[in-house]
């Protein structure tokens, strides 16, 4: 079943060929075929690992970011996440066929609208072979093929990913060509991905501000954007010092390298004397470069001078800017300034800030008293994500499999003819 491909568009129009019988897949099917692929990267763990670990070697020699090479790096027991993640999408409901209007005309003919497959998926992303699985997982659990573009950094480790996958599809007599990879191809493999309009039915880009914003405007493809994450907790007045403490430390430390970790910590001036001295201390005892404003320097020692750039800076590091603001208006300000729209955060037991903040701030995900790190599709209930969308069309959040469907309506009539 599977074809020899040259080129990247060759790989693309197999793909929209597999599209077809994916997306006539039925629930079982469907599930079935996910479990085997899950079995398969088991089984293939130790083959991933060692490829991992050929491009995580090539990485550090060309001084690939250590933000990049976390994202990068799989072990063991990351791979056996993956298959996880695998394994809880299988179990999801399906996305497709799902009836989300009916509605009978006067002339007696019967209008439904479900939902089906894109039939194509596309996505560019870098360093992160999770993503690898994740969307190919995705996308066949939605009645989708998918074409990836994942990157040089990792182009070993994805080959490995991506050859488990297509085996495992292969072995339940399923179409493999419904898993591409472009990896080969390099930047003119991205660039054909990004035009192959009527080919690939969407893109979604998963990656640094600069890779995202180069796909939104060179496609000619559909893009769900997927933003960068300069990411804000507020600590208002009331906030509890431990909740305060510990909710800022793990928005920031627990992962740093990813895009819904904290990246600036606003603090409300009549708070900061309280406030302010412990949560530095916390970070720095874990390693983190606390970058303030002159308030936030003149109450701690172990603290970098913050410059106007800090504040629209996504660190993906152990670094996070903070300052002191007035009131939730001046916080307000601040982040309608400075945010992604990616995720922010209130820490306040003032219901009435709770509700102002919920409202007011313009951001996919918008939370109150709890950590920014939450803004995830595992951690949502879906299984696993496409990506965090920052846009306001089609989808806007974690992405999981419903945001992978569009829509059709059916018709069903009797002889009927308009007048």
Known sequence: ????ATTARDRMLLAKSAARSIGLLGDAEKRDALLAVAGA???AAADIVAANGEDLERGRVSGLSTALQDRLRLDEPRVAALAAAVRDIAALPD???RVLEERTLANGVALTKVSVPFGVVGSIYEARPNVTVDIAALSLRSGN???LRGGSAAEQTNAALVRAMRDALAARGIDPEAIQTIDEFGRDGARELMHARGIVDVLVPRGSAQLIETVVTESTVPVIETGAGVVHILLDESAPLEWAREIVVNAKVQRPSVCNSVETVLVHR?????????VVSALTERGVTVHGDSEVVGLCADVVPATDEDWATEYLSLDVSMRVVGDLDEAL???RRYSTHHTESIITQDAGNIERFLAEVDSAVVM?????RFTDGGEFGFGAEVGISTQKLHARGPMGLNELTSTKWLARGS???RP
């Open 145 to 147: 093929a998918v074409v």
């Open 333 to 335: 300000a601040h982040i």
């Open 270 to 278: 009549d708070a900061a004397r309280r406030l302010v001295p412990a």
């Open 41 to 43: 990267i088991d089984s």
């Open 368 to 372: 109150a008293n709890t950590s920014t």
């Open 415 to 417: 002889g009927q003819v």
């Open 95 to 97: 996305p497709v066929g």
């Open 1 to 4: 079943m599977t074809t020899t």
